[in-house]
C-alpha cells in the first residue's frame, strides 16, 4: 500500500510541476511554478488571482522522522532549522534559475494537525515572515476533505508515528505566503540561525 501511495505521489507531483531544485539530503522543500489560486492580500501588497507565483511543498521522503513517543524540543528543533535553511536555499535558487524571477509570491498551504496545534504554528510562520490568508480550497468542502484524506495517506506512507497520533477530518488548512521581495530581501542573505521551534509544528504540506 505504501509503494502505491509512493508512486501516486510521484504521479501528481509531475502532473503539478513539482520538483527537486537541489540533491542536498537536509532540504526539506520541493518547488513548483504555478499562479496564484485566489487572490493574496499579503502585507507588503496584493497578488491577484492568476499572477506567477512560486509554491513550496515538503520534501516528504526527507523530513526527520516523528520519534516514538511524538514530537520533542530536538525533533522540532532539527526541523525548525531544517525549515529555515531551505527557505535560503529556496532563495538561492531564485536568484539562480531565471524561470523563478517573475514569481510575484512564494508560499503555499499549510495543513494544521489539529485545532490545538494552530495557535503555535501559525506564531511561528509569522514570524518566518508569511501572511496567513484564509485557503480557498478549489473543489469546495468536499474536495477539502479528499485533500486532507490523501495528506493523512501521506503522513501515513513517509511518518507513520504521526498519522497514529492525528485524524484526516481534524486537519486544517490555511494559505501561508509572502511577496517575491521580501522573500528575497528575508532569505536572500546568508543563512544563520532557525527561529526557535516549537514542538509539533510541521510547517507545509506536500
Not at 16 to 33: I, K, M, S, W
Not at 56 to 78: F, K, M, S, T, V
Request: hydrophobic share 45%.
Amino acid at each position: 500500500m505504501r509503494r502505491l501511495i509512493r508512486g501516486l505521489d510521484w504521479v501528481l507531483r509531475r502532473a503539478n510541476g513539482v520538483y527537486e531544485f537541489t540533491a542536498d539530503p537536509a532540504c526539506l522543500l520541493r518547488l513548483a511554478r504555478a499562479r496564484a489560486p485566489y487572490p493574496l492580500l499579503l502585507l507588503e501588497g496584493t497578488v491577484q488571482k492568476g499572477e506567477p507565483v512560486l509554491a513550496l511543498h515538503l520534501w516528504n521522503e526527507q523530513i526527520p522522522p516523528l520519534p516514538a513517543d511524538g514530537a520533542d524540543l530536538a525533533w522540532a528543533r532539527a526541523v525548525s532549522r531544517g525549515f529555515v535553511a531551505s527557505l535560503h536555499a529556496v532563495a538561492a535558487e531564485m536568484a539562480r534559475d531565471p524561470r523563478l524571477a517573475q514569481a510575484r509570491a512564494v508560499g503555499g498551504t499549510v495543513a494544521f494537525l489539529s485545532p490545538h496545534d494552530r495557535p503555535a504554528q501559525v506564531r511561528l510562520l509569522r514570524r518566518l515572515g508569511f501572511t496567513i490568508v484564509p485557503y480557498r480550497p478549489p473543489l469546495g468542502r468536499l474536495g477539502e476533505l479528499a485533500e486532507n484524506a490523501y495528506a493523512w495517506l501521506l503522513m501515513w506512507t513517509y511518518n507513520v508515528v504521526s498519522a497514529r497520533r492525528r485524524s484526516p477530518f481534524r486537519l486544517q488548512r490555511l494559505g501561508v505566503w509572502m511577496t517575491a521581495d521580501a522573500f528575497r530581501a528575508r532569505y536572500g542573505k546568508p543563512h544563520q540561525r532557525a527561529v526557535p521551534p516549537q514542538a509539533d509544528s510541521v510547517p507545509l504540506e506536500r
